[in-house]
C-alpha cells in the first residue's frame, strides 16, 4: 500500500509563524518499502510523530531548495533517521545549494550530519537518481535559489511529481508529462502570483497540459487562505476536468486509489 502524507502545508513564514498551518513537508510511502521525506521545513518532526510516521524508516529525504520552509528540520530529520547516528543510513537528495557549499552560500546540512548517512547526492536539474525499485528525476524548475530542483519519482504502479517551487516554463511542462499524481505549491489564488511561484491560474494551464489523474495544491500563503484553497481547487477542477484536492496538514492520500484520502483536519 502506499501512501501520500502531508506533514504541513504552509506556503510562507506568515503563515507558518501565525501557527496557522505547519511546513513539516511531504511524506511518501511505498509499502514497507520505502519512506520518503520532501522538504522537512519547521514542525518536520512533530508533525510526523503526530501523524503516526515514524522517522527512522525513512529511506532518503529530499530538498529542493535551501529555503528555510523546505530545509529548516533536516539535520533533525537525520538525527531521527540514524538514530543521532548510531545506525549509518539513509539517502539525502537536494538541491547544491542545500547540500554543498557555494559562492556566497554555505550548505545546510551540516558537516556532522552529513557523515551519519549513507550518501548525500546533490542533483543539478534533470539529474537522475535510482533507488532500487525508485527511480528519482530532477525537475528543471526556476526558482529564486537558482539551483532549485522538483522531484518526479517513478513508483512501481504510479508517478508522482512534486516541483516544489516553481514558475511555469515549457522546460517544467515537458518534464512533467507522464505525472499520475501532481502536487504543486500554490501559494496564491486567482491571478496573483509573485516572483518565482504559481498561483491557481498558472496551475490550471499546468494542469491542463498534463493531464495527471489526480492534482494536489498546497503550500498556501495567507492570500491563498483568505480566498479558501478549498474554493479554489473546486475552480482548478472546474477548468481542468482533473480531480484536483486542496491539501491540509495530516492529509493522506493514496496515490492509487485516487478517490480514496482523508483529512483530519477542518478550515484553515
Known amino acids: 500500500m502506499a501512501q501520500i502524507i502531508f506533514l504541513g502545508t504552509a506556503g510562507s513564514a506568515a503563515v507558518a509563524s501565525k501557527n496557522i498551518r505547519s511546513s513539516g513537508g511531504i511524506i511518501l510511502r511505498i509499502d514497507d518499502a520505502f519512506q520518503f521525506h520532501l522538504d522537512p521545513g519547521p514542525g518536520a518532526l512533530p508533525k510526523a510523530h503526530e501523524y503516526g510516521i515514524n522517522p527512522h524508516n525513512t529511506t532518503a529525504v529530499l530538498v529542493s531548495h535551501n529555503h528555510i520552509n523546505h530545509c529548516n528540520d533536516l539535520n533533525l530529520v537525520i538525527e531521527a533517521m540514524t538514530h543521532s547516528g548510531l545506525e549509518r543510513r539513509g539517502v539525502i537528495l537536494?538541491?547544491?545549494?542545500?547540500l554543498q557549499p557555494g559562492e556566497n552560500s554555505h550548505p545546510f546540512i551540516t558537516r556532522y550530519h552529513h557523515n551519519l548517512v549513507e550518501r548525500v547526492i546533490p542533483m543539478e536539474k534533470n539529474h537522475k537518481v535510482a533507488l532500487e525499485s525508485v527511480?528519482?528525476?530532477?525537475?528543471?524548475?526556476?526558482?529564486?535559489?537558482?539551483?532549485?530542483i522538483g522531484f518526479k519519482l517513478f513508483c512501481p504502479g504510479f508517478v508522482v511529481s512534486y516541483?516544489?517551487?516553481?514558475?511555469l516554463t515549457p522546460q517544467l511542462t515537458e518534464s512533467l508529462v507522464g505525472t499520475d499524481v501532481l502536487i504543486l505549491n500554490v501559494p496564491y489564488p486567482g491571478k496573483r502570483a509573485q516572483g518565482s511561484n504559481l498561483d491557481s491560474d498558472t496551475a490550471i494551464?499546468?494542469?491542463?497540459q498534463i493531464k495527471p489523474r489526480l492534482a494536489v495544491?498546497?503550500?498556501?500563503?495567507?492570500?491563498?487562505?483568505k480566498a479558501d484553497?478549498?474554493?479554489?481547487?473546486?475552480l482548478i477542477q472546474q477548468a481542468t476536468g482533473v480531480q484536483t484536492i486542496a491539501a491540509s496538514d495530516g492529509l493522506t492520500i493514496s496515490p492509487t486509489g485516487y478517490g480514496n484520502y482523508h483529512s483530519p483536519v477542518k478550515g484553515f
Open 94 to 98: 537536494g538541491s547544491k545549494s542545500t
Open 135 to 148: 527511480e528519482i528525476h530532477a525537475l528543471p524548475v526556476e526558482h529564486t535559489d537558482q539551483t532549485a
Open 163 to 167: 516541483p516544489g517551487d516553481t514558475s
Open 205 to 208: 494551464k499546468l494542469i491542463n
Open 217 to 225: 495544491i498546497t503550500h498556501f500563503g495567507l492570500e491563498m487562505l
Open 229 to 234: 484553497p478549498m474554493h479554489e481547487a473546486r
